[in-house]
């Protein structure tokens, strides 16, 4: 297991050990168990008490915002990685560093547009 | 034919199939759930080919974050949870046709440009870390890196006035910002969820909100 390929030959192994373990686990339930299924053993439990309606339900708008934000966040934060790699090395100084922070600037723009439309309310 | 080439020829067959799947399903959240195993077996094409940072940006952004935003469109929607019959298209033969076409002028670029251009993967292991690509990202590509900034920028502000009707101030409050659910609404849990719902049933008193609150109760 040595190289490149042999490391994540590794990570490989190990999800597949993790999936057997699971896998295992759920079948070795399934073997061992008695099945003798009823209309009311089969409806989802819900605290003991009947389940009303159906598991659907339409969420609002206004949440969009949060998931969009955390997308911006991940966009935002898989830069910075690459950028502290390279900001202190020769040829690139404090350009690299100014040009970093006019890419958070414009996010932090909209972010303080959502912090004045009171979108960050949770906070 | 070595390991890697059967690796990734597997992985490209993987993305290829859960890539139709996704628009041959006929379960709306089936399809965002494919999205994920496509997106995933790109990542592992990319470390094949020794691209090991794009790989897990591929993972972070892609299936963890566009695939929930995806989720929250389908949640959003009045779409149903299961099987729907009706999401056929009439624009099935053309959507197939330019789908084709623009596949055929992808794969023709691709190899004619690069047909000779062979660079053996175990010379480039340790190429793909964020070093390199931090270097040639500030070094080259500067300006597209500034830009993207800016299109974070518009969508943020795009879906802010989008979703927030209240803030954008076009058409009636009520109805857009609070849309009736079509069967009961969520049972929110959390203290924020709570008070939104309390919000909420401010706005429209009905008697699926108090069926809903009673049980919430009985749950607490």
Same mark, same amino acid.
């Not at chain 2, 034919?1 to 059967?6: Q, R």
């Not at chain 2, 965002?32 to 077996?41: H, I, K, R, T, Y």
């Given at each position: 297991?040595?190289?490149?390929?042999g490391?994540?030959?590794?990570?490989?192994v190990?999800?597949?050990? @993790?999936?057997?373990?699971? @896998?295992g686990?759920?079948?070795?339930?399934?073997a061992?168990?008695?099945h003798r299924?009823?209309?009311?053993?089969?409806?989802?439990?819900?605290?003991g008490?009947?389940?009303?309606?159906? /598991?659907?339900a339409?969420?609002?708008v206004?949440?969009?915002?949060? !998931?969009y934000l955390y997308?911006?966040f !991940?966009?935002? !934060?898989v830069f910075?990685?690459?950028?502290?790699?390279?900001?202190?090395?020769? /040829?690139?100084?404090?350009v690299t560093l100014?040009?970093?922070?006019?890419?958070? =600037?414009f %996010?932090?723009?909209g972010?303080?547009?959502a912090?004045?439309?009171?979108?960050?309310?949770?906070? | 034919?070595?390991? =890697?080439?059967?690796v %990734?020829?597997?992985l490209g067959?993987?993305?290829?199939?859960?890539?139709?799947?996704?628009?041959?399903?006929?379960?709306l959240?089936?399809a965002?759930?494919?999205?994920?195993?496509?997106?995933?077996?790109l990542?592992?094409?990319?470390?094949?080919?020794?691209?090991e940072?794009?790989?897990w940006?591929?993972?972070?952004i892609?299936v963890?974050?566009?695939?929930?935003?995806?989720?929250?469109?389908?949640?959003?929607t009045r !779409?149903?949870?299961?099987?729907?019959?009706?999401l056929?298209?009439?624009?099935?033969?053309?959507?197939?046709?330019v789908a084709v076409?623009?596949?055929g002028?992808?794969?023709?670029?691709?190899v004619?440009?690069?047909?000779?251009?062979?660079?053996?993967?175990?010379?480039r292991?340790?190429? @793909?870390?964020?070093h390199t690509?931090?270097?040639?990202?500030f070094?080259?590509?500067?300006?597209?890196? *500034?830009a993207?900034s800016v299109l974070?920028?518009a969508?943020? %502000?795009?879906?802010i006035?989008?979703?927030?009707?209240?803030?954008?101030?076009a058409?009636?409050?009520? *109805?857009?910002?609070?849309?009736?659910p079509?069967?009961?609404?969520?049972?929110?849990?959390?203290?924020?969820?709570?008070?939104?719902?309390?919000?909420?049933?401010?706005?429209?008193?009905?008697d699926?909100d108090?069926?809903?609150?009673?049980?919430?109760? *009985?749950?607490?």
């Open positions: 297991m040595h190289g490149y390929y490391t994540y030959l590794t990570v490989v190990l999800f597949a050990i @993790g999936a057997a373990i699971v @896998g686990a759920f079948l070795a339930n399934r061992l168990r008695p299924p009823t209309p009311e053993k089969l409806t989802t439990y819900e605290c008490v009947d389940p009303v309606g159906e /598991g659907w339409q969420s609002y206004r949440y969009y915002v949060f !998931a997308v911006v !991940a966009v935002d !934060a910075l990685f690459p950028w502290a790699t390279v900001f202190s090395a020769k /040829g690139y100084g404090y100014g040009e970093m922070f006019v890419f958070l =600037a %996010i932090a723009a972010l303080a547009y912090w004045k439309k009171g979108v960050l309310g949770w906070v | 034919m070595t390991a =890697a080439d059967l %990734i020829v597997l067959v993987v993305a290829v199939g859960a890539g139709v799947l996704v628009v041959a399903t006929r379960q959240v089936h965002a759930l494919w999205l994920v195993v496509s997106f995933g077996a990542a592992g094409s990319y470390l094949v080919l020794t691209a940072f794009v790989a940006v591929q993972v972070l892609y963890g974050a566009v695939v929930v935003l995806l989720l929250f469109g389908i949640m959003l !779409a149903p949870i299961g099987r729907s019959e009706d056929d298209s009439g624009n099935r033969i053309v959507a197939l046709v076409a623009t596949a002028v992808l794969v023709t670029t691709l004619r440009g690069f047909r000779s251009a062979y660079v053996p993967i175990k010379d292991v340790g190429s @793909g870390s964020s690509l931090g270097g040639s990202l070094q080259t590509w500067v300006l597209p890196f *500034e993207l974070l920028l969508a943020l %502000i795009g879906a006035v989008l979703s927030r009707t209240d803030i954008g101030g058409g009636p409050e009520p *109805e857009e910002e609070e849309p009736e079509r069967r009961r609404p969520a049972a929110p849990r959390g203290t924020v969820a709570r008070r939104l719902g309390t919000a909420r049933r401010r706005a429209t008193p009905d699926e108090t069926i809903v609150l009673s049980r919430v109760d *009985e749950e607490i």
